[in-house]
């Protein structure tokens, strides 16, 4: 059984930094397409990063230059760093498995963490 559990939210000022991680589990995930998502109050999920199987990266417009996706291959693992964080970063943080590289479909949801950046 697949499982993903992120962890590392929060509450952080303006211009701080977070960094989450997401622990996967039931199976190796060294081919999958990982990445996060994000959802804030009153908002649709959106795509925030994807790292491929094979180490290449996207990110939204929204984050780029202030967020890095990472991953550890042997942990089955995948991270988020996210610095200069501002109030409309704020949302639930999901992590995603099994997805395709531009976020239309996801194989697996984590069951999401809090962010929340104060102003």
């Known amino acids: 059984q697949v499982q993903l559990v992120e962890s590392g939210g929060g509450l952080v000022q303006t211009g701080g930094s977070l960094r989450l991680s997401c622990a996967a589990s039931?199976?190796?995930?060294?081919?999958?397409?990982m990445g996060w998502f994000r959802q804030a109050p009153g908002k649709g999920r959106e795509f925030v990063a994807v790292m491929s199987w094979i180490g290449t990266t996207g990110y939204a417009d929204s984050v780029k230059g202030r967020f890095t996706i990472s991953r550890d291959y042997i942990k089955n693992a995948v991270y988020l760093q996210m610095n200069s964080l501002k109030p409309e970063d704020t949302a639930v943080y999901y992590c995603?498995?099994?997805?395709?590289?531009?976020?239309?479909?996801?194989?697996?949801w984590g069951q999401g963490t809090q962010v929340t950046v104060s102003s």
């Open positions: 995603a498995a099994d997805m395709t590289p531009d976020g239309r479909s996801v194989g697996s």
């Open positions: 039931g199976r190796t995930f060294s081919r999958s397409n």
